[in-house]
């Protein structure tokens, strides 16, 4: 089955099950565009070219022989099957694919972070890149025009260019930034999301829209500009891309009927109204990859500030932040928690045995150990040097001793081979402190306790935990600490 380049690819399916909706999809397409044409002569909307494109580069591996022959295939069959001749269906088909296989030349080089309009520069690639489609498509169509339908060559070739890079600057987009999760999912998390304070941009474009109709004139095109850039700021760029779609096709069927004809007498208002509509879905794309790319380096950002460079576990100040919050939430809940500090023993003899980067290379798998035998909902953090802590919420005293218990032989059980030979072991003694929910206690106070009993793992040889009993000796003892 094709993988796709993107982190999202459908559920496993044989490669004809592929090949079929593939094919449905580009006749869905192609028929589209065949019912929008207007009589006599070429569709101004063919989306066809564009679904094409999008998909060959969305999910690459398609790009290969029997993709091209079955869209071959299917553009010939679908205007075959709507009254076209074989002449002019193979003379059309050779154009579209020409133009596709241009744009698909020139745009698969980009990396994917390009290819999914997540760089600043992105859109103006995909511009280039459906500049080159719509040359290859009108140089080898504007002779289908002159043949068939007795159009002067340069017209033709315009008509072609402006109508070809408008599809695909507004259909491609759609296809690169389709969500990366099953449909289902992103319905779901739509739904999760929609407030009327978050359908306003939308209700911004409607009345944007209505006001274009309502008023007309050469400035009309331009009413809706602010209303997709705000929602390119509000939404998720495939929303944004599937919003350009529709205003931009919404606008070529409103010129359509009674102010431009999508034939040749009107070719320079046609070909302007194209390019218009190409370069509007621009701004709102490029804010929206802008918007995507920001929240991801803040995304990055924040988890480089709040996790440990060498482990990757929570940082000591994200460690206490994220435990306080937790640990106030099972106490008004009722629950009951616990905290555990983990040291490693006699970490000071692999450094100075192995050296300063052996030492790094232990406590990333010790880090990794911890966290692979700890349950989803526990919280890891790096405390210090080689010391660990980790809250347990919502577990009774006993199944915290089992968690100590499995912590130790992973760790115990854990080796770590170095380049150069030797093969590192480690062991790790715990200290933990219970809370039954009863009493309300900070997680300094815990951690204090669980030191504590640390201090007691240790002093019983090492490679083993102790449970801290709270006793007022002990208070006084830990409010010394
Ligand atoms: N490689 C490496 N070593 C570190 C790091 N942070 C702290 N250490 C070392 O960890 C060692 C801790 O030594 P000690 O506090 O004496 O403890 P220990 O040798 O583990 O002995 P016990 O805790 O008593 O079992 C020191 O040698 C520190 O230099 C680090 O990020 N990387």
Known sequence: MPRSTFAYSPRPVSLTVYFIGFALCLLLACLTGILARPTGFLSSFWPANGVLLGMLLRWPELAQRTSWLIASAVFVLADLVTGSSLLAAVWLTAANL???????????????????????????????????AAAGASLVGAGAGVHLFASHWLQSALMWFSTELMNFMLIVPVI????????????????SRVSWKLLL?????????????????????????PALLWCALSYSLFTTALLGLVVCTWKVATLSMGIIDFTPADVELMVSLCFGLTLLSMGPLAVAGAQLQRAEQLQRLNRAASHDSLTDVLAR?????????????????????????????HFKRVNDSHGHAAGDALLRACAKTMLRVSRPQDLLGRIGGEEFAMLLPGVPA????????????????????????????????????????????????????????????????????????????????????
């Not at 020409?98 to 690639?125: H, K, N, P």
């Open 98 to 132: 020409t133009g596709v296989a241009c744009g698909w030349w020139f745009l698969q080089r980009l990396d994917t972070a390009q290819l999914q309009l997540r760089q600043q520069t992105s859109v103006l690639y995909l511009l280039a890149g459906c500049v080159i």
């Open 176 to 191: 690169l930034s389709l969500p990366e999760c099953s449909p289902r999912r992103w319905l779901s998390r739509v739904e």
């Open 201 to 225: 941009p939308l209700l911004f474009v409607l009345a944007t829209e209505y006001a274009a109709l309502a008023l007309g004139g050469p400035g009309a095109m331009a009413f809706s500009v």
């Open 317 to 345: 100040g994200a460690f206490m932040d994220q435990g306080q919050r937790l640990l106030e939430r099972l106490q008004h809940e009722g629950s009951p928690v616990a905290v555990l500090m983990l040291d490693l023993d």
């Open 398 to 481: 006993a199944a915290a001793e089992q968690i100590a218990t499995r912590i130790c032989a992973a760790v115990r059980s854990q080796r770590v081979a170095l380049r150069d030979g030797p093969v590192l072991r480690a062991t790790v003694s715990v200290g933990i402190a219970w809370n039954g929910g009863g009493t309300a206690q900070t997680l300094e106070e815990l951690l204090r306790r669980a030191d504590i009993a640390l201090y007691d793992a240790k002093a019983a040889g090492r490679d083993g935990w102790q449970r801290h009993h709270a006793s007022p000796a002990r208070a006084a003892l830990a409010a010394q600490v």
